[in-house]
């Protein structure tokens, strides 16, 4: 079981924001793809899977590629809905 920095249990298929990223982590990308990235701060996606208690996120690049983001507790905040 998974929650969000508020303590709200997250799923997979819940819609949560993503408030944080770990600068660090975005500086191991090549800067196209860290760009994507960073512009996935404050935006709502859906849990597609739980692993390792982290939720993973899908942010597409174009309509072939894209990359699964996984994000801890306190990276992350559950979307009432």
């Known amino acids: 079981m998974i929650f969000d920095r508020n303590h709200r249990e997250v799923k997979v298929g819940s819609l949560v924001k993503v408030v944080a990223i770990d600068h ?4 191991t990308f090549p800067k196209k793809e860290a760009k994507i990235m960073e512009s996935m701060l404050n935006q709502t ?3 597609t899977e739980i692993e390792h208690e ?3 996120v899908y942010q597409p690049f174009n309509r072939y590629e894209g990359f699964s983001l996984a994000l801890a507790s306190e990276e992350m905040e559950l979307v009432p809905g």
Do not use: G, P
């Open 24 to 27: 660090r982590f975005i500086a």
């Open 45 to 47: 996606f859906e849990v």
């Open 54 to 56: 982290q939720a993973l």
